[in-house]
C-alpha cells in the first residue's frame, strides 16, 4: 500500500511540472484577462487624500494665516531681577529673535469667541488684570490660563499709582497678588501699572509684593491698527505690544476676535511672530 501511495504521488510531481505548474501556482492569482488593467508605475491605484492641516484650517477660520512658530526660548532669560537689586522696569525685552510679545489688559470684555480664538490658534498672551473688571466673573478666565496664558498683575482698582503714597501702592499691588493667586493658583511675576503710570515708590512697592518686573510696552493696538512709540514705526525684535480686553461699544462695532485678527496680521506681515513674554522674563 505504502509503495503504491510513494508511486502515485511521483507520477503526479511528474504530470504538474510537465505542465509548467508548481504547488505555488496553484495559489497564484490568475493572469489578466483582456480588457482587464494591472497596476503599473503609471498607473497606481488611487490612495486615501492626506490628511487635512488642522492648523491652517484653525487659523482660516479667523480669517488668518499660521504665524511662524517662534523659536525655543532662550536658556538664559535676557531680564532677570537681582538678588535684593531694583524691580526693572522694559518695554522690550533684549533679543535676536524675530518674535513680540502680545499683553491683554484690564479684563472688562468677556467675550467667550476669544477663548475659542485663543484656543484655535494657540497664540501665548500675558493677561494683566485688574480685579475691579474681572470680578464678576473670575471664571472667565479660568480656560485661558488652563490653555497656558500667562497671568500678570494690574492693580485692584486701577489708579494713577503716581497720585499714591508707596503704602496705598503696595496695598494695591498687593492685594491683587493675592486676589490672583487664591483664583488662578499661581502668583504673578510680572506687573504693568496703569496707564504706565508709575514712580520709584512704585518699584519699591511692587518688589515688596514679590514682582520680578514692572512691564510697559512699546506699541499699542486700537481698532484695526497699532501705534507706535518709535519714529519709524515698525516692530522691532523683543517689543511688548499692549491690547485691551474691549468689546464693539469702545471698538466701534469691532469685536475683541477681530481687534485680534487684525493685530497678529500686523505682526505677521511685518516678519514676526509671537512668543511667551515669561519664557524671556
Not at 51 to 76: M, S
Not at 94 to 109: K, L, N, S, W, Y
Not at 166 to 193: H, M, N, S, V
Amino acid at each position: 500500500m505504502k509503495k503504491t501511495l510513494a508511486l502515485w504521488a511521483a507520477l503526479t510531481a511528474v504530470a504538474l511540472f510537465a505542465t509548467g505548474c508548481t504547488v505555488a501556482d496553484a495559489d497564484a492569482p490568475p493572469a489578466p484577462t483582456a480588457g482587464s488593467v494591472t497596476p503599473s508605475a503609471g498607473n497606481k491605484a488611487p490612495t486615501a487624500p492626506a490628511a487635512p492641516d488642522l492648523r491652517a484650517a484653525a487659523y482660516a477660520k479667523w480669517g488668518l494665516k499660521p504665524l511662524a512658530a517662534p523659536p525655543a526660548p532662550p536658556a538664559k532669560k535676557p531680564v532677570t531681577r537681582t538678588a535684593g537689586g531694583p524691580v526693572p522696569v522694559v518695554s522690550d525685552i533684549p533679543t535676536a529673535d524675530r518674535v513680540v510679545f502680545v499683553t491683554i489688559d484690564d479684563g472688562a470684555e468677556k467675550d467667550p469667541e476669544f477663548v475659542a480664538m485663543m484656543r484655535d490658534l494657540k497664540v501665548p498672551v500675558t493677561m494683566f488684570l485688574t480685579d475691579a473688571a474681572i470680578r464678576a466673573d473670575y471664571g472667565y478666565f479660568e480656560p485661558l490660563v488652563a490653555q497656558g496664558h500667562g497671568v500678570a498683575n494690574h492693580t485692584l482698582t486701577h489708579p494713577n499709582l503716581r497720585t499714591l503714597s508707596q503704602d496705598a501702592q503696595r496695598r494695591e499691588i498687593c492685594g491683587q497678588q493675592d486676589r490672583l493667586t487664591a483664583e488662578y493658583g499661581k502668583r504673578p511675576r510680572l506687573f504693568r501699572p496703569p496707564y504706565g503710570n508709575w514712580n520709584e515708590a512704585t518699584r519699591a512697592a511692587a518688589g515688596q509684593c514679590g514682582v520680578d518686573a514692572i512691564v510697559l510696552w512699546r506699541e499699542s493696538m486700537q481698532i484695526q491698527n497699532m501705534q507706535y512709540q518709535r519714529g519709524d514705526r515698525k516692530l522691532h525684535p523683543g517689543d511688548i505690544v499692549l491690547a485691551h480686553f474691549r468689546g464693539p461699544s469702545e471698538l466701534k462695532g469691532r469685536t475683541m476676535t477681530q481687534m485680534m485678527a487684525n493685530l497678529l496680521r500686523h505682526i505677521q506681515e511685518q516678519g514676526f511672530t509671537v512668543a511667551r513674554l515669561e519664557d524671556y522674563l
